[in-house]
């Protein structure tokens, strides 16, 4: 089966797939969506993504919208256990990373980004607040350990990864987080990681 990703570049959710389908060697086809020019909401795209979401991810028949979701489908498909443990405390570890991804990630810094860099009318001083109180608590939890919900790399650290590394693009510096800069340099020495194209430049 052929692998399609509907992507745009500056889409860290985006992102969260091209890192993991790179990580995990597989070839796919890339189409990108400029939403910028509202491409998203086509009447030919809102047929594979109804809310007009991207990335989407087409393997075969089976088509996923939700960047989370789509990282699980991979690793159950293509990645083994190691990217997402069978076992259940393992996989509720991973799942606890995967929904701090679309809470208090994108609350915080995936906010504060898209108002800095796309002037989304949306509170920033709000978005500033739940990046320090995430990063407070990824501080302590990676004082301890290398990844973050495993001894080993797992989706969890692909879901996290992107917007953390760009969240001074949201004007959030990472100066005071030593444990989550030495994290984001791991994600970054795994085989096959590709990085996420800067907005500045």
């Avoid at 993991?20 to 597989?26: E, I, V, W």
């Avoid at 086809?29 to 009447?43: A, Q």
Wanted: overall charge negative; proline content about 5%.
């Amino acid at each position: 089966m052929a692998i399609t990703l509907y992507d745009y570049p500056y889409s860290g959710h985006a992102h969260r797939l091209r890192l993991f389908l790179s990580l995990l060697g597989l070839d796919y086809e890339r189409v990108p969506i400029d939403m910028r020019n509202g491409k998203h909401k086509t009447t030919e795209y809102l047929k594979l993504s109804p809310l007009g979401q991207v990335p989407t991810l087409v393997d075969g028949d089976f088509v996923v919208t939700d960047s989370c979701a789509a990282l699980v489908y991979l690793a159950k498909t293509y990645g083994g256990a190691n990217w997402l443990p069978d076992d259940a405390k393992g996989a509720a570890r991973v799942q606890r990373w995967l929904s701090t991804a679309s809470g208090e990630l994108y609350r915080g810094p995936v906010v504060a980004r898209a108002v800095k860099q796309f002037g989304r009318d949306w509170d920033y001083d709000s978005a500033v607040a739940w990046s320090k109180r995430l990063f407070d608590w990824m501080q302590a939890e990676l004082d301890d350990r290398q990844w973050l919900a495993a001894d080993h790399a797992t989706i969890a650290d692909v879901a996290m990864y992107t917007y953390i590394r760009v969240a001074d693009e949201g004007d959030i510096d990472l100066a005071p987080y030593p444990a989550i800069q030495r994290w984001l340099g791991d994600v970054e020495s795994l085989d096959g990681f590709e990085p996420m194209p800067r907005i500045s430049g």
